[in-house]
């Protein structure tokens, strides 16, 4: 299983700096490298908060980089982020059955623990060092 994390991006107004940084441009090259490089990963993770303000533009804008994407993505929200504008954009879909912008994404490794994060971007920890020890070799998948 390999999957790529992205988080934070804090996307403004199409064209606007954000802290002297154009998140758009830097979210590109993101989406390029992971195309180049990565594109055997099984899905992208990409934990808010998406827009700096919440802005409907940046969602749009948010959007349209992703649909360049050549993984599959998943993503949830952070507390720069606003619900209603980000639903307006993805589409109500996105919500789960109590409405929020929640997944949960089993990777097999024990049926009792499935990798899981909440719409502010908390990964479950239990899961996350996990992860950890299958990247440096600690435990084999399914252990």
């Known amino acids: 299983m390999k999957f790529v994390v992205?988080?934070?991006?804090?996307l403004g107004l199409p064209g606007q700096a954000v802290n002297g940084l154009d998140p758009a441009a830097r979210l590109i090259t993101a989406v390029e490298?992971?195309?180049r490089d990565h594109a055997n990963a099984d899905f992208v993770a990409i934990a808010g908060d998406l827009a700096d303000l919440g802005a409907p533009q940046a969602y749009v804008q948010l959007h349209t980089i992703l649909?360049?994407?050549t993984v599959p993505y998943h993503?949830?929200?952070g507390n720069h982020d606003d619900r209603a504008n980000y639903l307006a954009v993805?589409?109500?879909?996105?919500n789960d059955a109590e409405g929020r912008v929640s997944k949960v994404i089993d990777l097999r490794w024990s049926p009792r623990d499935?990798?899981?994060?909440n719409d502010r971007g908390q990964p479950r920890r239990r899961a996350v060092r996990r992860a950890a020890r299958?990247?440096?070799g600690e435990i084999r998948r399914g252990h």
Request: hydrophobic share 40%.
């Open 6 to 10: 992205l988080s934070d991006l804090h």
């Open 33 to 35: 490298t992971i195309n």
């Open 90 to 94: 993805f589409g109500a879909e996105q």
């Open 114 to 117: 499935p990798f899981g994060y």
């Open 67 to 69: 649909s360049g994407l």
């Open 75 to 77: 993503i949830t929200l």
């Open 134 to 136: 299958l990247a440096c």
